[in-house]
């Protein structure tokens, strides 16, 4: 008591100490248990899992991605010879024919793998079409096997610029054809050459084309996509890319 009446008359002054007077202590830090430092640790490192996880399953699915994604650049573009595929260009008044234009005579190739014990030839040789005007194709192709067989069938167009101007509405590349043993099926393709065409320099004087199909005995490749079983530079070729120099190829 004395030492408190020490300090208030001789040491602080008067407002220091009605400020020790009312202000309350300040409550001490808990520190945590180690229990609570073990759940905060746990829950740190599944966030991060988590995390890991999320990016090794999206590079997972762009490697899985990369074939389709790669096919889908080729058929958006018309890279190398490769047809324009369902891309957003068949709005009703772009399939109007041009009248007045010169028509362009469209040849149908057809190509199989020796691997592939199938017939494989187009229906008609060729068509005349106008810029703009859709037309229907179809080839025909029969398994002359006992066994059921998966083919998968690339395509190119030649000349190569003409390229991004051919576009299909409908076809049968790129996709799993299953033929039953001794089955014959027709194959449609609904296509147009786009009126754009005209106005390129480098196609006015474009009077033939020729669309070529080949077919392959189908393999599914460690992804477990269906792939064309052949040599890579006779797939290449018959995608209208054997002129291309090519990265070499990751080893499995």
């Known amino acids: 008591m004395f030492a408190r009446s020490y300090l208030r008359t001789k040491c602080l002054p008067p407002y220091v100490w009605r400020r020790m007077s009312t202000t309350p202590p300040r409550p001490r830090r808990r520190i945590p248990t180690a229990q609570e430092m073990a759940e905060f640790h746990r829950r740190k490192n599944n966030s991060f899992l988590l995390y890991t996880s999320a990016v090794i399953v999206v ?40 009248e007045g234009a010169r028509r362009i005579k469209v040849h149908f190739n057809a190509d199989r793998s020796e691997q592939l014990p199938w017939t494989f030839k187009p229906q008609q040789k060729t068509v005349n079409v106008l810029p703009g005007e859709t037309s229907l194709a179809f080839y025909t192709a029969k398994n002359t096997s006992n066994k059921d067989i998966i083919g998968i069938a690339t395509y190119n167009v030649t000349p190569d610029r003409v390229a991004p101007y051919f576009s299909k509405v409908e076809c049968f590349c790129f996709e799993e054809q299953r033929l039953l043993a001794g089955e014959e099926v027709d194959m449609p393709l609904l296509f147009f050459i786009d009126k754009d065409m005209l106005d390129d320099p480098s196609c006015r004087d474009v009077e033939d084309v020729v669309l070529s199909y080949t077919f392959f005995r189908a393999r599914r490749n460690q992804r477990g996509q269906l792939e064309p079983d052949a040599q890579e530079d006779v797939i290449q070729k018959s995608l209208g890319f054997d002129e291309y120099e090519h990265a070499p190829k990751a080893e499995k």
């Open 59 to 98: 590079a997972l699915g762009a490697s899985y991605a990369s074939v389709p994604l790669y096919r889908m650049f080729c058929a958006a573009t018309g890279f190398a010879g490769t047809p324009k595929v369902g891309n957003g260009r068949f709005e009703p008044e772009r399939l109007v024919p041009v």
